[in-house]
């Protein structure tokens, strides 16, 4: 060996132990964040913290619950999520037919049954700075998360067209299952030509006269086998290279839609009195913005063939983190995914039963922030004037709901929450939009979930749509008088 090699094989040498040397280096700070100690000096523990309550959430829970660690749910603003809004679903494993609110029922009650606290708030921000990691409520509390789920799927696309908020809950919709009854021996469009579209158009069919499928393109993208249903729905039509440019009312309701051909390149007034849109989804990941890296649409990616993110304990599944697949059988199949990769953390980083048992103690316990008061349900105009001259100096909330309206189902924690806060100054009341028709008429409520805050009598304010805890009581607040 001449001395030039004997200098390759030393430099050879030199790189190779000082590679080493960082890697060990790299592997004794990640260990050091990541110390079990850490968990001793903070309050309000969560081993797993799942947020998100749609089939990956629930499945997540699941199984960090099942892999023996105490497992949290944050269960968001919408419940549920999107199942809740389907009706029929063909492909759920093991079923020939199933509703979306039943698979959500079940794995909801599997998810209770293995011991997942399931709390009602929704998570502002999620601090990573150090471990474990800061995830703040709505409610004011702050979890200190030991691993983390993110599974909180995305919500409906809007147009971006005018007209459109200005008529949001005047004719313009993205929830047919909720508002297709308001819809009786009306005209409608749907747009959009994905599976979404011709459920919603098919969702539509009992209750509307006519209803037309607006497609940008020159096909739509929807399942071969979910077009083929639409044959046998005679009132169901197609319209292709259309896309909508503008939504037209008389200042109260939709009247029509200014429609553009790409085709012939020609527009024209389409007359229409009900909007539904089912153009896609954007992905509900605002709240992890700094803790965790999204791509440019806020789509999370999970990756080491596992549902990590960019940040070490912390997983995602379902929707949020899936832009190709996007069935409720591949959420929960994440969902099953992510509880068992926060389990396996916790057990690579020393959560063993004895240190489980020492921070019992410690646990968050939801408590007092989740205490809500029962709400008095009225079925006519008759029984309202009555409360109205019972009350004369309280203002009047009520809440227009209907059977099939999810998202007032989801609503009603937070009205009840309101309820309890507002007690000494409002009387809250619920009313059936469909069974008593004759109060929903008199108030023009067109949507559900819609608000309206009656003083003496007269319409003080209205809201149609779905309002958080936060959002009401910040929302009821405006209508109180200055003290
Ligand atoms: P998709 O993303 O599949 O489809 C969105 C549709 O909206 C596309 O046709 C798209 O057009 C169109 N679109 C987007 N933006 C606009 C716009 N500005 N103007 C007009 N049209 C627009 O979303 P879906 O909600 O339909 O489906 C999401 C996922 O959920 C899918 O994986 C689907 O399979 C699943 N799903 C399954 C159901 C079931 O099995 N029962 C029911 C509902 C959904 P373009 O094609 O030109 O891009």
Same mark, same amino acid.
């Given at each position: 060996?001449?001395?030039? /090699?004997?200098?390759?094989?030393?430099? &050879?040498?030199?790189?190779?132990?000082?590679?080493?040397?960082?890697?060990?280096?790299?592997?004794?700070?990640?260990?050091?964040?990541?110390? +079990?100690?850490?968990?001793?000096?903070?309050?309000?523990?969560?081993?797993?913290?799942?947020?998100?309550?749609?089939?990956?959430?629930?499945?997540?829970?699941?199984?960090?619950?099942?892999?023996?660690?105490?497992?949290?749910?944050?269960?968001?603003?919408?419940?549920?999520?999107?199942?809740?809004?389907?009706?029929?679903?063909?492909?759920?494993?093991?079923?020939?037919?199933?509703?979306?609110?039943?698979?959500? $029922?079940?794995?909801?009650?599997?998810? &209770?049954?293995?011991?997942?606290?399931?709390?009602?708030?929704?998570?502002? #921000?999620?601090?990573?700075?150090?471990?474990?990691?800061?995830?703040?409520? $709505?409610?004011?509390?702050?979890?200190?998360?030991?691993?983390?789920?993110?599974?909180?799927?995305?919500?409906?696309?809007?147009?971006?067209?005018?007209? $459109? *908020?200005?008529?949001?809950?005047?004719?313009?919709?993205?929830?047919?299952?909720?508002?297709?009854?308001?819809?009786?021996?009306?005209?409608?469009?749907?747009?959009?030509?994905?599976?979404?579209?011709?459920?919603?158009?098919?969702?539509?069919?009992?209750?509307?006269?006519?209803?037309?499928?607006?497609?940008?393109?020159?096909?739509?993208?929807?399942?071969?086998?979910?077009?083929?249903?639409?044959?046998?729905?005679?009132?169901?039509?197609?319209?292709?290279?259309?896309?909508?440019?503008?939504?037209?009312?008389?200042?109260?309701?939709?009247?029509?839609? *200014?429609?553009?051909?790409?085709?012939?390149?020609?527009? $024209?007034?389409?007359?229409?009195?009900? %909007?539904?849109?089912?153009?896609?989804? +954007?992905?509900?990941?605002?709240?992890?913005?700094?803790?965790?890296?999204?791509?440019?649409?806020?789509?999370?990616?999970?990756?080491?063939?596992?549902?990590?993110?960019?940040?070490?304990?912390?997983?995602?599944?379902?929707?949020?983190?899936? #832009?190709?697949?996007?069935?409720?059988?591949?959420?929960?199949?994440?969902?099953?995914?992510?509880?068992?990769?926060?389990?396996?953390?916790?057990?690579?980083?020393?959560?063993?039963?004895? +240190?489980?048992?020492?921070?019992?103690?410690?646990?968050?316990?939801?408590?007092?922030?989740?205490?809500?008061?029962?709400?008095?349900?009225?079925?006519?105009?008759?029984?309202?004037?009555?409360?109205?001259?019972?009350?004369?100096?309280?203002?009047?909330? %009520?809440?227009?709901?209907?059977?099939?309206?999810?998202?007032?189902?989801?609503?009603?924690?937070?009205?009840? /929450?309101?309820?309890?806060?507002?007690?000494?100054?409002?009387?809250?009341?619920?009313?059936?939009?469909?069974?008593?028709?004759?109060?929903?008429?008199?108030?023009?409520?067109?949507?559900?979930?819609?608000?309206?805050?009656?003083?003496?009598?007269?319409?003080?304010?209205?809201?149609?749509?779905?309002?958080?805890?936060?959002?009401?009581?910040?929302?009821?607040?405006?209508?109180?008088?200055?003290?």
């Amino acid at each position: 060996m001449n001395r030039n /090699q004997r200098f390759f094989i030393f430099l &050879v040498l030199l790189l190779v132990s000082g590679l080493g040397y960082c890697f060990a280096r790299r592997e004794l700070t990640t260990t050091d964040s990541f110390a +079990i100690a850490n968990i001793f000096k903070k309050q309000n523990i969560a081993p797993v913290l799942v947020v998100g309550s749609g089939p990956a959430g629930l499945m997540a829970a699941t199984y960090g619950s099942r892999g023996g660690k105490d497992t949290f749910l944050i269960e968001g603003n919408k419940p549920g999520g999107l199942l809740m809004d389907t009706t029929e679903v063909a492909n759920w494993p093991g079923e020939t037919m199933i509703q979306g609110p039943q698979i959500i $029922e079940k794995l909801r009650a599997q998810a &209770v049954h293995q011991k997942v606290t399931i709390i009602s708030d929704q998570v502002e #921000r999620i601090d990573t700075a150090s471990w474990p990691y800061a995830v703040h409520l $709505e409610n004011g509390d702050t979890i200190h998360a030991l691993t983390i789920v993110i599974a909180t799927g995305a919500s409906p696309r809007k147009l971006g067209v005018s007209g $459109e *908020e200005q008529y949001w809950g005047g004719g313009v919709t993205s929830c047919a299952v909720c508002d297709a009854p308001f819809f009786k021996n009306e005209e409608v469009v749907v747009v959009g030509g994905g599976d979404s579209a011709v459920e919603e158009a098919i969702q539509l069919s009992p209750f509307a006269k006519k209803i037309t499928i607006l497609v940008r393109k020159g096909q739509m993208r929807a399942a071969q086998s979910m077009q083929d249903r639409l044959k046998e729905y005679p009132k169901i039509s197609v319209l292709y290279n259309v896309e909508i440019k503008k939504i037209v009312g008389d200042l109260e309701n939709v009247t029509g839609v *200014e429609l553009y051909n790409n085709r012939t390149q020609k527009s $024209e007034l389409f007359a229409t009195s009900g %909007v539904f849109l089912a153009v896609g989804h +954007i992905p509900n990941s605002g709240f992890v913005k700094g803790a965790i890296a999204t791509d440019e649409e806020g789509y999370i990616a999970v990756r080491d063939n596992r549902r990590a993110t960019s940040t070490p304990g912390i997983f995602a599944a379902g929707d949020i983190a899936d #832009r190709i697949y996007r069935q409720a059988g591949t959420s929960a199949g994440s969902g099953i995914e992510a509880g068992l990769d926060a389990v396996q953390f916790l057990d690579d980083h020393g959560y063993s039963n004895q +240190i489980a048992a020492q921070v019992q103690s410690t646990l968050y316990n939801p408590g007092a922030s989740q205490s809500q008061a029962e709400l008095l349900e009225l079925k006519s105009m008759e029984e309202l004037q009555q409360l109205i001259s019972d009350h004369p100096d309280k203002r009047i909330v %009520v809440d227009f709901w209907t059977e099939t309206c999810s998202s007032c189902k989801q609503m009603l924690p937070s009205f009840r /929450q309101a309820a309890t806060e507002f007690a000494d100054d409002m009387v809250f009341v619920s009313i059936d939009a469909d069974e008593a028709s004759d109060v929903a008429d008199s108030y023009s409520i067109m949507k559900v979930p819609t608000l309206i805050v009656l003083k003496n009598g007269e319409i003080e304010d209205k809201h149609t749509g779905f309002l958080s805890s936060q959002q009401l009581s910040e929302y009821l607040q405006t209508v109180l008088p200055e003290a």
